[in-house]
């Protein structure tokens, strides 16, 4: 099969490969017609994330057609699905709490060393990035092994549209978790920093929730324009003092809820942190990993704070006492994609969220190192790559 | 009849957990069954909570044939009678390492004990010990293994370079053998039977 792979700092290729098999009887191997470049891809294309290895196949926001299926998956060939980006099995204490991302078996028992080293427990598994979150192939290729088919990809209507549905792999599951966990109140001001799509799915999300106003922070002025769109007031950090506006806005309180989505195209790794520490402290970092300390700054007192934003490693002055004195709430973690699924697949058949508006680009899989080459250099224009397989090359002027 | 007190219970903790490794496994050569041969210089401890009842966690596990779906070390295991079976491990290099164990003493449900017979190339002890998890989280097994390493401190350097080492690999195994009991199957990364085997080794 043809597949997007990983050779080092960017350097990724459409490969020949061989093809993927059943290998445990809750397996299914689907055929992709949509998978999409994640922000977060970029981070592994920019080398920042260690154990990868040369070869690797990316992706791990995809859909397709069950063509193949283990003896205990509950799938049936010719189902269209969505996966979810994390693999977790259904049957652990943690999936049993629906707390997916924190499942005890989705990581290969070799893997899960790395992740007991740097977390204290190991975490879920992830497609297409990198050994340490298990090594599974991703899905930027014509097939996949789905592991634990028989509680992570949701079937979708015959009908609907993959761009209706694809981003129920990842982003917008993670930007509804975000404002779930900001325990907004009817009347509450949220304010949601950075505005990519987590950040954008977590604005409309908050209206959802019955926020009256949302305030979306970001610099690149078509994110803003899209935050706009769903009824955001917005603030471009570059051209406006964010801590002084969001004061001014909020009548002096502050946002009674803040979301950090800043940080989170990290997926949970430390090198990348570690980098912007280093930009940061040489004064050559952006707002980045400032954004969760001029939250909690910002946050009215007694308000609550909501990260899916990722620090993976270490943060150096994070406003404890502030944190502290103001009685504040923090919320994270990697998404619970699962949890979410089925009633977000009918928010989205209902009409209640668009997700096919992010979408800026469509290309064939062949053309995915173009793909990934545009989304790193043009983050004002390139919101969003979808891929399909099985399409001839084309020629880009880009 | 006045108390001994165990230098390394200074608390309520697992001997494996203790900052003084000589003290601990002198102690648990006391509480537990040594090998026939051999002088045990390492204690390991791993405890997982498996999601399952404890009757089927010891059933599974009592049927020794049963262990090399987990353990990726065994290469094989012939159970030779009832209490005695003979274990073929791979080693570093390329070879293996075997010895017989015998259970020393087990209670239906709770624990089997067991000892290396004479002759073991890696003389070893031990138990595995099941107990009901508070609330409704199914069982709490603990292996605790005491070893004679080949070759000593070099011997487990070796060994480790080839992740080979035994306290990796109970690691590992209590995880894969969680992950078969409470999903039915052995996670694995790989995309197809050629990257699986590769991976193996």
New interface residues.
């Given amino acids: 099969m043809r597949a997007l792979t990983w050779h080092g700092k960017h350097d990724v290729r459409v490969d020949t490969v061989d093809d993927p098999e059943i290998l445990n009887p809750r397996d299914a191997i689907i055929k992709i017609t949509s998978t999409a470049i994640c922000g977060s891809d970029l981070h592994l294309y920019d080398g920042y994330i260690p154990t990868m290895k040369s070869g690797d196949i990316l992706g791990h926001e995809f859909m397709g057609e069950v063509v193949e299926v283990g003896a205990k998956s509950t799938l049936k060939k010719g189902q269209r699905v969505v996966v979810p980006f994390t693999i977790s099995c259904g049957s652990c204490y943690h999936c049993g709490k629906h707390q997916y991302s924190a499942c005890d078996n989705g990581l290969p028992a070799d893997n899960q060393d790395i992740a007991q080293t740097l977390y204290g427990q190991p975490m879920a598994g992830l497609f297409g990035y990198s050994h340490m979150t298990g090594g599974y192939a991703g899905g930027q290729a014509e097939y996949v092994r789905v592991p634990f088919s028989d509680v992570g990809p949701i079937v979708v209507p015959d009908g609907v549209e993959d761009d209706k549905v694809l981003f129920l792999s990842d982003i917008l599951p993670t930007g509804w978790m975000a404002a779930e966990n900001a325990e907004i109140e009817p009347g509450d001001t949220v304010a949601v920093w950075g505005c990519g799509p987590v950040g954008l799915f977590a604005v409309q999300s908050a209206f959802l929730m019955g926020a009256a106003r949302v305030i979306a922070i970001d610099h690149f002025p078509r994110r803003l324009e899209l935050a706009r769109r769903f009824g955001a007031e917005t603030i471009n950090f570059e051209e406006t003092a964010t801590y002084e506006a969001l004061l001014e806005m909020t009548g002096g309180i502050g946002p009674d809820a803040c979301i950090d989505a800043v940080g989170l195209e990290a997926h949970g790794f430390f090198v990348d942190n570690v980098v912007d520490q280093i930009k940061a402290s040489l004064f050559l970092g952006t707002d980045r990993t400032h954004s969760i300390r001029q939250a909690i700054l910002a946050c009215r007192k007694g308000g609550r704070v909501s990260m899916p934003a990722v620090y993976g490693g270490f943060v150096d002055k994070f406003p404890l006492g502030a944190f502290m004195e103001k009685g504040l709430t923090l919320k994270t973690g990697q998404t619970h994609v699962q949890h979410y699924l089925p009633g977000l697949l009918n928010a989205i058949m209902e009409g209640k969220i668009d997700t096919t508006f992010l979408i800026s680009h469509t290309l064939p899989l062949e053309n995915a190192p173009d793909g990934y080459r545009m989304f790193h250099d043009k983050q004002n224009e390139v919101t969003k790559v979808v891929l399909k397989p099985g399409l001839e090359r084309v020629e880009l002027d880009i | 009849m006045a108390e001994t007190i165990d230098p390394v219970r200074a608390d309520d903790a697992p001997l494996s957990t203790s900052k003084h490794h000589a003290a601990a496994i002198d102690a648990a050569t006391q509480h537990y069954d040594t090998p026939e041969q051999g002088d045990p210089d390492q204690l390991i401890g791993r405890t997982v909570?498996i999601?399952r009842p404890r009757a089927e966690l010891y059933a599974f596990w009592r049927d020794f044939a049963n262990l090399p779906s987990f353990m990726?070390n065994v290469e094989r295991i012939d159970v030779l009678d009832d209490r005695r079976s003979h274990w073929t491990v791979k080693a570093p290099g390329g070879t293996h390492v075997e010895w017989t164990a015998a259970i020393t003493d087990e209670a239906e449900g709770e624990f089997i004990a067991w000892a290396s017979e004479e002759g073991a190339s890696v003389p070893n002890s031990g138990r595995i010990d099941f107990r009901d998890a508070q609330g409704d989280?199914?069982t709490i097994v603990t292996a605790t293994i005491l070893y004679d390493p080949p070759a000593g401190l070099i011997g487990k350097v070796i060994a480790k370079m080839f992740?080979r080492e035994p306290a990796?690999q109970a690691?590992?195994?209590l995880?894969?053998f969680?992950?078969l009991m409470?999903?039915?199957?052995?996670?694995?990364?790989?995309?197809?039977?050629?990257?699986?085997e590769e991976?193996k080794n």
Avoid: F, L
């Fill in positions: 909570t999601n990726d989280r199914g992740q990796i690691r590992r195994d995880r894969r969680k992950q409470e999903t039915g199957e052995v996670a694995t990364g790989a995309r197809n039977r050629r990257e699986r991976r």
